[in-house]
Each structure stands twice: as structure tokens, then as C-alpha cells.
Antibody
């Protein structure tokens, strides 16, 4: 059974760093793209970026390029999303999701991780 | 980046109604479009991929159509569990982009 299990809710202050995780199981982690999606409170879905764990090929939305870093650890089948200096505007729910191939869509999703940035 | 314009932003409908949601891409995206359902407090769920392919386990009252720039999600007979927000997502090229969402509410 394919599962994506995300790390728990986080509360940080502006300027702090953070790394959240998404652990995959039930499929060959290295051979499927895995992406991140942001949802700010009461707002729609925003595609942030995606990584191919086999070779760490990573693509970012221009809106998030330079603001976050996406990475993956093949040994633990885990994808990561990290910030070096959080802002209050980073407060949101973050989802990871698997992209099987081509136009197959994002077929499995993590449960989401709520990040709250407040002084 | 490709812009996805989804309409309407919200609609009210009754159980049993036929519901149609549209998504228009700012350029041709072949059939590289998916539809997602999101209920409050839950992760999105893939309903349709490749514009018209029903994801495994999704009820057949959901269908998708379109190619190029214009796409449609249809719910043939709305059920109580279908009240949710629906999004389209183009996976034609990077950056992938979502539509703004359509909230389907009970009339």
C-alpha cells in the first residue's frame, strides 16, 4: 500500500529555519517524482516544486524558487521541504504528493503539515 | 507559467443535480490535466487524470472531458459526499499550476 506520511505541525518564529519531511512507503521511492503543495489559510492550492529522488532533479515554481529548498534522501525514502529564514507569510498547510508519470496527476498525498510562523 | 482559469468559483446545487465545472488553460496543454476534490481539513484527492481517465476507486458519476485549452469536470448526479472544493491542475509543463478552485455547496 502506497503511503506518504508527513511530519507533524510546527510553530516557529520569523527568521527561524525549518525542515519538514514526507516519508514514502509501498513503492519504489527513487523512481517517482514527489512534489510539494502549499495551501494558505482559507485559500487554494499552490504547486511549489517537485523532485526526482533517483538523481535529485528538482523543479521549482518561480513563486517559490529561492524561498524554499526541496531535497530527498533515498536511504530513508523521505522527501524534505526546508526554509532557512521563515516569514509570517509562510504560515500554511503543506502537502507532499506523488507524481506517478507524465500526465498521471498527483495520485497519493500526505496528510499535510501545518506550519505556523508567529512572533 | 501557464495560467489555469477555473469557473465558477462557487456554486450551489441540490442532491441529484448535474454539476459542471470548467477550466481553461492560457495555452494548449494537450490532455495533461487532472481534477482534484478537497474536503475541509483533508488532503486533496485525485479524481480524474489525463483529462478524462477516472482514477481507481472514484465513482463513475465523475467524468472529465476536454483537450487543448478547455476542460470540464462533470458530476452526473450530485451526492451528499460530493460537497467539497474542486481544483484542476495542469501537468503539461513546469511549473505545474492549479486553478483557483470551485466550492460546491448545498442549495
Amino acid at each position: 500500500e502506497v503511503q506518504l506520511v508527513q511530519s507533524g505541525a510546527e510553530v516557529r518564529k520569523p527568521g527561524e529555519s525549518l525542515k519538514i519531511s514526507c516519508q514514502a512507503s509501498g513503492y519504489n521511492f527513487t523512481r517517482k517524482w514527489i512534489g510539494w503543495v502549499r495551501q494558505m489559510p482559507g485559500k487554494g492550492l499552490e504547486w511549489m516544486g517537485i523532485i526526482y529522488p533517483a538523481d535529485s532533479d528538482t523543479r521549482y515554481s518561480p513563486s517559490f524558487q529561492g524561498q524554499v529548498t526541496i531535497s530527498a534522501d533515498k536511504a530513508t525514502s523521505t522527501a524534505f521541504l526546508q526554509w532557512s529564514s521563515l516569514k509570517a507569510s509562510d504560515t500554511a498547510m503543506y502537502y507532499c504528493a506523488r507524481h506517478l508519470r507524465g500526465n498521471s496527476g498527483l495520485d497519493y498525498w500526505g496528510q499535510g503539515a501545518l506550519v505556523t510562523v508567529s512572533s | 507559467a501557464i495560467q489555469m482559469t477555473q469557473s465558477p468559483s462557487s456554486l450551489s446545487a441540490s442532491v441529484g443535480d448535474r454539476v459542471t465545472i470548467t477550466c481553461r488553460a492560457s495555452q494548449g496543454i494537450r490532455n495533461d490535466l487532472g481534477w482534484y476534490q478537497q474536503k475541509p481539513g483533508k488532503a486533496p484527492k485525485l479524481l480524474i487524470y489525463a483529462a478524462s481517465s477516472l482514477q481507481s476507486g472514484v465513482p463513475s458519476r465523475f467524468s472529465g472531458s476536454g483537450s487543448g485549452t478547455d476542460f470540464t469536470l462533470t458530476i452526473s448526479s450530485l451526492q451528499p459526499e460530493d460537497f467539497a472544493t474542486y481544483y484542476c491542475l495542469q501537468d503539461y509543463n513546469y511549473p505545474y499550476t492549479f486553478g483557483q478552485g470551485t466550492k460546491v455547496e448545498i442549495k
